[in-house]
Protein backbone atom coordinates (compact mmCIF):
# COMPACT_ATOMS: atom_id res chain seq x y z
CA UNK A 1 0.00 0.00 0.00
CA UNK A 2 1.68 3.30 -1.19
CA UNK A 3 0.85 6.71 -2.00
CA UNK A 4 2.97 8.65 -3.90
CA UNK A 5 2.19 12.02 -2.21
CA UNK A 6 3.62 10.57 1.06
CA UNK A 7 7.36 10.01 1.16
CA UNK A 8 9.27 6.97 2.91
CA UNK A 9 10.07 9.21 5.82
CA UNK A 10 6.59 10.16 6.25
CA UNK A 11 5.03 6.17 5.58
CA UNK A 12 7.43 5.50 8.50
CA UNK A 13 5.98 8.34 10.79
CA UNK A 14 2.67 7.90 10.14
CA UNK A 15 2.47 4.15 9.76
CA UNK A 16 -0.15 3.65 12.47
CA UNK A 17 -2.29 5.63 10.55
CA UNK A 18 -1.73 4.88 7.05
CA UNK A 19 -2.43 0.51 8.44
CA UNK A 20 -5.78 2.20 9.40
CA UNK A 21 -8.50 1.73 6.82
CA UNK A 22 -10.33 4.29 8.21
CA UNK A 23 -7.40 7.04 7.77
CA UNK A 24 -5.24 5.37 5.46
CA UNK A 25 -2.94 6.90 3.13
CA UNK A 26 -5.70 9.20 1.31
CA UNK A 27 -6.49 10.35 4.55
CA UNK A 28 -2.85 11.16 6.15
CA UNK A 29 -1.94 12.74 2.52
CA UNK A 30 -5.43 14.83 3.90
CA UNK A 31 -3.86 15.55 6.68
CA UNK A 32 -0.82 16.97 5.37
CA UNK A 33 -2.58 19.35 2.78
CA UNK A 34 -4.73 20.62 5.66
CA UNK A 35 -4.71 23.90 8.10
CA UNK A 36 -5.91 24.30 11.02
CA UNK A 37 -6.08 27.31 13.62
CA UNK A 38 -6.09 26.60 17.23
CA UNK A 39 -7.27 30.10 18.99
CA UNK A 40 -5.42 29.88 22.46
CA UNK A 41 -2.08 28.47 23.59
CA UNK A 42 -3.16 27.39 26.84
CA UNK A 43 -4.52 24.37 28.87
CA UNK A 44 -6.97 23.47 25.64
CA UNK A 45 -4.47 24.84 23.19
CA UNK A 46 -1.74 22.51 24.74
CA UNK A 47 -2.36 19.20 23.84
CA UNK A 48 -4.73 19.78 20.84
CA UNK A 49 -1.62 21.64 18.97
CA UNK A 50 0.60 18.55 20.46
CA UNK A 51 -2.26 16.10 18.77
CA UNK A 52 -2.66 17.47 15.54
CA UNK A 53 0.79 18.60 15.17
CA UNK A 54 2.08 14.58 16.21
CA UNK A 55 -0.48 13.55 13.31
CA UNK A 56 0.78 15.72 10.43
CA UNK A 57 -1.53 18.84 9.87
CA UNK A 58 0.42 20.25 7.30
CA UNK A 59 -0.32 24.16 8.38
CA UNK A 60 -1.08 24.78 12.22
CA UNK A 61 -1.45 28.39 13.07
CA UNK A 62 -1.48 29.11 16.77
CA UNK A 63 -3.19 32.83 17.93
CA UNK A 64 -2.53 34.07 21.44
CA UNK A 65 -0.91 36.94 22.55
CA UNK A 66 -0.38 36.26 25.99
CA UNK A 67 2.57 35.28 27.61
CA UNK A 68 3.64 32.60 30.02
CA UNK A 69 2.98 32.53 33.55
CA UNK A 70 3.79 30.25 36.02
CA UNK A 71 0.82 29.99 37.24
CA UNK A 72 0.43 28.53 33.36
CA UNK A 73 2.25 25.58 33.72
CA UNK A 74 0.52 23.33 35.89
CA UNK A 75 -2.13 22.15 32.91
CA UNK A 76 -0.20 24.43 29.59
CA UNK A 77 1.84 21.27 28.64
CA UNK A 78 3.17 23.27 25.54
CA UNK A 79 5.47 25.62 27.73
CA UNK A 80 8.17 25.05 29.88
CA UNK A 81 9.60 26.18 33.14
CA UNK A 82 11.89 28.01 30.89
CA UNK A 83 9.26 29.67 28.52
CA UNK A 84 7.76 31.84 32.10
CA UNK A 85 8.06 35.44 30.09
CA UNK A 86 7.89 34.53 26.32
CA UNK A 87 4.46 35.28 24.05
CA UNK A 88 2.74 31.96 24.15
CA UNK A 89 2.45 31.47 20.51
CA UNK A 90 6.37 31.44 19.89
CA UNK A 91 6.82 28.82 23.12
CA UNK A 92 4.01 27.13 21.60
CA UNK A 93 5.66 26.99 18.19
CA UNK A 94 8.82 25.83 19.78
CA UNK A 95 7.52 23.13 21.30
CA UNK A 96 5.49 22.33 18.07
CA UNK A 97 7.84 22.64 15.54
CA UNK A 98 10.30 19.95 17.63
CA UNK A 99 7.27 17.59 17.47
CA UNK A 100 7.11 17.21 13.56
CA UNK A 101 9.25 18.64 10.65
CA UNK A 102 6.28 17.97 8.60
CA UNK A 103 4.42 20.85 9.84
CA UNK A 104 4.24 24.51 8.70
CA UNK A 105 3.51 26.33 12.20
CA UNK A 106 2.63 30.13 11.71
CA UNK A 107 2.45 31.42 15.07
CA UNK A 108 0.47 34.63 15.11
CA UNK A 109 0.75 36.87 18.35
CA UNK A 110 -2.03 38.32 17.82
CA UNK A 111 -5.88 38.57 20.39
CA UNK A 112 -8.65 37.44 17.84
CA UNK A 113 -11.05 40.29 17.41
CA UNK A 114 -13.32 41.56 14.72
CA UNK A 115 -10.32 43.54 13.79
CA UNK A 116 -8.10 40.17 12.97
CA UNK A 117 -10.84 38.07 12.35
CA UNK A 118 -9.62 37.63 8.71
CA UNK A 119 -6.52 35.39 9.81
CA UNK A 120 -9.47 32.81 9.70
CA UNK A 121 -9.49 32.61 6.18
CA UNK A 122 -6.39 30.91 5.76
CA UNK A 123 -7.77 27.75 7.78
CA UNK A 124 -9.85 24.95 7.06
CA UNK A 125 -10.59 23.80 10.92
CA UNK A 126 -10.75 26.44 13.51
CA UNK A 127 -10.00 24.88 17.22
CA UNK A 128 -11.62 27.27 19.88
CA UNK A 129 -9.40 26.77 23.07
CA UNK A 130 -9.70 30.34 24.33
CA UNK A 131 -11.31 30.93 27.90
CA UNK A 132 -13.74 33.92 27.51
CA UNK A 133 -17.18 34.20 26.16
CA UNK A 134 -16.24 37.00 24.27
CA UNK A 135 -13.72 34.95 22.04
CA UNK A 136 -16.04 32.09 22.16
CA UNK A 137 -18.75 34.30 20.09
CA UNK A 138 -16.48 35.87 17.93
CA UNK A 139 -15.02 32.98 16.40
CA UNK A 140 -18.30 30.97 16.01
CA UNK A 141 -19.41 34.02 13.74
CA UNK A 142 -16.83 34.45 12.03
CA UNK A 143 -15.98 31.06 10.97
CA UNK A 144 -20.09 30.41 10.41
CA UNK A 145 -19.73 33.27 7.81
CA UNK A 146 -17.22 31.70 6.43
CA UNK A 147 -18.22 28.15 6.08
CA UNK A 148 -15.67 27.00 8.41
CA UNK A 149 -15.71 24.57 11.10
CA UNK A 150 -15.24 25.02 14.92
CA UNK A 151 -14.35 22.87 17.46
CA UNK A 152 -15.36 23.88 21.03
CA UNK A 153 -13.73 23.43 24.45
CA UNK A 154 -14.61 24.51 27.88
CA UNK A 155 -13.63 23.75 31.56
CA UNK A 156 -14.47 24.74 34.88
CA UNK A 157 -12.42 22.71 38.04
CA UNK A 158 -13.51 19.06 37.16
CA UNK A 159 -15.84 20.07 34.24
CA UNK A 160 -15.14 19.81 31.18
CA UNK A 161 -17.24 20.51 27.28
CA UNK A 162 -17.00 20.10 24.39
CA UNK A 163 -19.20 20.37 21.18
CA UNK A 164 -18.31 20.58 17.20
CA UNK A 165 -19.76 23.84 15.10
CA UNK A 166 -20.01 22.70 11.15
CA UNK A 167 -21.81 25.14 8.78
CA UNK A 168 -24.93 23.15 8.28
CA UNK A 169 -25.47 22.27 12.03
CA UNK A 170 -26.33 24.40 15.00
CA UNK A 171 -23.86 26.87 15.73
CA UNK A 172 -22.63 27.87 19.45
CA UNK A 173 -25.19 31.05 19.58
CA UNK A 174 -28.50 28.20 19.22
CA UNK A 175 -26.82 26.33 22.17
CA UNK A 176 -25.74 29.55 24.54
CA UNK A 177 -27.63 32.39 22.75
CA UNK A 178 -26.47 34.67 25.67
CA UNK A 179 -23.59 35.19 27.58
CA UNK A 180 -23.84 35.38 31.54
CA UNK A 181 -23.46 38.69 33.28
CA UNK A 182 -20.05 39.68 34.07
CA UNK A 183 -19.15 38.51 37.72
CA UNK A 184 -21.91 35.73 36.97
CA UNK A 185 -20.11 33.07 35.61
CA UNK A 186 -15.54 32.80 37.32
CA UNK A 187 -12.98 33.43 34.73
CA UNK A 188 -10.19 30.85 34.62
CA UNK A 189 -8.40 33.31 36.08
CA UNK A 190 -10.38 33.38 39.38
CA UNK A 191 -11.01 29.97 39.52
CA UNK A 192 -8.90 26.78 39.63
CA UNK A 193 -9.05 23.87 37.41
CA UNK A 194 -7.40 20.13 37.30
CA UNK A 195 -4.45 20.40 35.89
CA UNK A 196 -5.00 17.23 33.73
CA UNK A 197 -8.70 18.47 32.79
CA UNK A 198 -7.80 20.23 29.90
CA UNK A 199 -5.87 17.55 28.70
CA UNK A 200 -8.88 15.41 27.86
CA UNK A 201 -10.87 18.21 26.24
CA UNK A 202 -8.37 19.50 24.64
CA UNK A 203 -7.35 16.17 23.09
CA UNK A 204 -11.31 15.81 22.58
CA UNK A 205 -10.97 18.91 20.52
CA UNK A 206 -8.19 17.56 18.45
CA UNK A 207 -10.35 14.41 17.96
CA UNK A 208 -12.70 15.93 16.37
CA UNK A 209 -10.78 17.84 14.19
CA UNK A 210 -8.45 15.09 12.65
CA UNK A 211 -12.29 13.43 12.07
CA UNK A 212 -13.56 16.53 10.01
CA UNK A 213 -10.28 16.73 8.03
CA UNK A 214 -10.13 12.98 7.20
CA UNK A 215 -14.15 12.89 6.90
CA UNK A 216 -14.84 9.76 9.47
CA UNK A 217 -16.36 9.12 12.22
CA UNK A 218 -19.28 11.61 13.98
CA UNK A 219 -18.41 14.22 15.03
CA UNK A 220 -20.12 16.14 18.13
CA UNK A 221 -22.44 18.22 15.73
CA UNK A 222 -25.61 18.91 17.74
CA UNK A 223 -24.35 17.69 20.65
CA UNK A 224 -22.93 18.65 23.74
CA UNK A 225 -20.73 16.39 25.00
CA UNK A 226 -20.10 16.99 29.15
CA UNK A 227 -17.05 15.56 31.27
CA UNK A 228 -17.26 15.24 34.66
CA UNK A 229 -13.37 14.55 36.23
CA UNK A 230 -14.64 13.69 39.53
CA UNK A 231 -16.82 10.96 38.40
CA UNK A 232 -15.27 10.51 34.96
CA UNK A 233 -18.76 10.11 33.51
CA UNK A 234 -19.94 11.81 30.48
CA UNK A 235 -23.07 13.16 29.08
CA UNK A 236 -24.05 13.65 25.81
CA UNK A 237 -26.98 16.31 25.39
CA UNK A 238 -28.55 17.07 21.84
CA UNK A 239 -29.02 20.45 20.59
CA UNK A 240 -30.85 21.86 17.65
CA UNK A 241 -30.48 25.28 15.13
CA UNK A 242 -32.45 27.35 16.24
CA UNK A 243 -34.21 29.44 13.60
CA UNK A 244 -34.23 33.00 15.27
CA UNK A 245 -30.93 32.58 15.80
CA UNK A 246 -28.97 35.74 15.00
CA UNK A 247 -25.88 34.08 13.60
CA UNK A 248 -27.45 31.24 11.55
CA UNK A 249 -31.09 31.56 11.74
CA UNK A 250 -33.20 32.46 8.96
CA UNK A 251 -32.17 36.34 9.46
CA UNK A 252 -28.70 35.90 10.22
CA UNK A 253 -25.72 38.63 10.32
CA UNK A 254 -23.69 39.56 7.28
CA UNK A 255 -20.92 40.60 9.10
CA UNK A 256 -18.98 40.85 12.56
CA UNK A 257 -18.46 44.08 12.60
CA UNK A 258 -22.59 44.31 12.81
CA UNK A 259 -21.64 42.37 16.65
CA UNK A 260 -20.53 44.48 19.44
CA UNK A 261 -18.15 42.09 21.02
CA UNK A 262 -16.96 44.57 23.90
CA UNK A 263 -17.11 43.61 27.36
CA UNK A 264 -16.11 41.19 29.58
CA UNK A 265 -19.20 38.56 29.37
CA UNK A 266 -22.36 39.67 28.19
CA UNK A 267 -22.33 39.56 24.10
CA UNK A 268 -25.16 40.45 22.44
CA UNK A 269 -25.71 39.85 18.67
CA UNK A 270 -28.00 42.48 16.75
CA UNK A 271 -28.59 41.61 13.33
CA UNK A 272 -29.96 45.10 12.64
ZN1 LIG B 1 -27.03 29.52 15.57
Redesign the pocket.
Known amino acids: MTDLSLDATQLDRYSRHVVMERVGPAGQAALLDAAVLVVGAGGLGSPALQYLAAAGVGRLGIADDDTVERSNLQRQIVHGDDDVGRPKAESAAETVRELNPDVAVEPHETRIGPETVDLLDDYDVVVDATDNFRSRYLL?DAA?LRGLPVVHGAIYEFEGQATTLVPDG??????FPSAPNPGEVPNCAETGVLGVLPGTIGSIQATEALKLLIDEGEPLVGRLLFYDAATLETETVPYE??PD?????DD?IESVAAVDYEGDCRIEADPR
Do not use: M, Q
Open positions: NRPCYRCLRDCPVCGG
